[in-house]
Structures are given as structure tokens and as C-alpha cells.
């Protein structure tokens, strides 16, 4: 089954910041679920959640495995893991939603910035009205230089892919407000990782 350290070193935090953020019961859709590890711990840690996996369509396979394997047993109460979904960044078929939640975990330096872009596109059209997008990873910030550790990541992604790279934070909240979603918070995560929150910005006061 496929498994990832980084995810058993990483999902306890990432579930703490999604109790902390997440309305229950909330319908949530991930994005680039990979392992299925986020899923099912989120799942059999925080009740009231109906959580929607999904993938590439290559990808998906793995995170089937995991999802038959242990998605059914031991979840919160209240909460449920769905079939995963085929869903491709470049490609465009969202689901309708409505979600109280879209999150995504270490995607946005694997994919094209313009899947980036899509991304937030799509999950400002299937957000409901309090709905939240939360983007977990490591991010670029105009006023700090890269952490070693990200600098030599970000060399090491852009070696195998000049497409994939570390993003700027100021740039994704700047796709996220053309999209009407504004950044309420920056969570600062272990290991030099951020969870960029995102939500509906207010409606300009009427003139
Ligand atoms: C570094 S992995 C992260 C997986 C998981 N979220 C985690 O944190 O361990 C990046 C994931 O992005 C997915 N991915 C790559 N291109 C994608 C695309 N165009 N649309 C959706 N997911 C994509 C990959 O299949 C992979 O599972």
C-alpha cells in the first residue's frame, strides 16, 4: 500500500488546525488525497465529518487500497470517508458540492501554477457561503528568505520540473481574492510548513 513518513510525522498537526477551522458536521472535499493517510486519520479523529477523497486518475488505484482498507473501521462518530474521486487539477470536473471545506495537503508545488489557479477557482465554486479552503505546504514569503531545508527542496523540485516549485504565498492569496476568497489566517505548521485559511471575503458594504 503506498505510505508516506511525511504524512505520519505530519497528520497530527494537520488535524489539530482542521479541528480548529473546520465547522461540524462539515461536508469537505480533499484535493490530491495521495496515500489516503490525511483522510482516514482526520476521519477516525475529528466527528462530524463527511470527507471526500479524490486524485488523479492515475493515483487513484493507491488511495483506493487504503480507503477499502482501513476507511471503514474506527471512524468518529458522525463522520464517514466517501469513494474516491477522480478529480484532475488540469482537467476541470469539479463536483457540485456544496462543501463546508475544501483542503488540500502538499499540492501546490507539485502541480502547474495554472492547476494552482484551478484549484482555488474550483474550490470558490463549491464552497458554500461559510465555506473555508485550507492549503497545507511549504510556501514562499516576499519578507522572509526560503528556510534552508525548503530552499533545497524547492532546487531539488524544479531540477525534475521546471513547473513544480515552492509557491508565494502573496501570490496565492492574490488568486484566492480574484476568486472572492480572502486569507484569514496563516497557520505556522512543524518543519517550516504553513496552512494558508481561506473564506468567502465580505461583501463590500452596499453603497
Ligand atoms: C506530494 S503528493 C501529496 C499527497 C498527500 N496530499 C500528502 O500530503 O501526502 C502530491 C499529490 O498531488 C497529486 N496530483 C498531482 N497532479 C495532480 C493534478 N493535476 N490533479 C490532482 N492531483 C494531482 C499527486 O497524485 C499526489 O498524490
Redesign the pocket.
Known sequence: MRF?E??ERNKEPIRAVLEAWLPRPARVLE?????G??AVHVCRTIPGLQWQPS??GE?LPDLRERLQAEGRQGLAQGSGLGEALE????QGAWPAGPYEAVF????AH??PMA?VEALIAGAAGCLGPAGRLLIYGPFRRADQPLEPGNAAFDAHLRALDPAMGLRDRDWIAAVAAAHGLALLAEEVMPANNRTLVFGRAAAPPAA
Open positions: 508516506s511525511a504524512c484535493i490530491g488525497s495521495g496515500s493517510q490525511h486524485e488523479r493515483a478529480l484532475d487539477l488540469t488540500t495537503a502538499n499540492t507539485i502541480v492547476a
